[in-house]
């Protein structure tokens, strides 16, 4: 009888992963932003599951650490805002989009490169037109080497930095 019950969860489990499909991802590359204005990035993300968390992961280029901000549902998609970018400091920024389900399925897009322009020689910057948003950023660590603050790249007011805690 305990072999039927375990054969039968085993069958079961296997069926449900089986379909677990992760999430899909459908973001057009920006190809550059502006130095000093705060940054939005969408994403339309679908899934057969409900879609858990969606972040941005972004460095300047060359950095060693990614550092990530939540996205949050629109409407019609995903979308996180990224701190300004510091003007001689940052001139490419590398990002990519992650979705996990709730079945803890992920995918991400490729990295992208995003050059940080003049006003001017940037034809359709991401900037980010809510004051609201700008002022109310939450960048997370990936490592508990990048310490306490914010990367030098980027702007920190109307940012709060949580850094990884060491244990």
Not at 92 to 115: G, H, K, N, P
Not at 129 to 143: E, L, N, P
Request: glycine share 8%; charged share 25%.
């Amino acid at each position: 009888m305990k072999k039927v019950a375990l054969l039968g969860a085993v069958a079961w489990l296997a069926a449900r992963l089986a379909g677990a499909d992760p999430p899909a991802v459908d973001h057009q590359p920006v190809p550059c932003t502006l130095p000093e204005k705060a940054l939005t990035l969408c994403a339309t993300i679908t899934s057969d599951k409900q879609v858990a968390k969606a972040r941005v992961y972004f460095r300047s280029a060359g950095e060693k650490f990614y550092s990530f901000v939540d996205m949050v549902f629109g409407g019609l998609n995903f979308c996180g805002t990224l701190p300004a970018p510091r003007e001689g400091k940052v001139k490419t920024l590398e990002y990519y989009v992650q979705a996990i389900d709730d079945q803890f399925e992920s995918t991400r897009t490729s990295t992208f490169q995003m050059a940080v322009q003049p006003e001017g020689a940037c034809e359709f910057p991401p900037v980010e037109k809510d004051r609201a948003k700008s002022a109310a950023i939450t960048v997370y660590a990936t490592h508990k080497d990048q310490g306490r603050k914010l990367p030098d790249g980027f702007q920190g007011a109307g940012v709060s930095f949580v850094p990884v805690v060491r244990k």
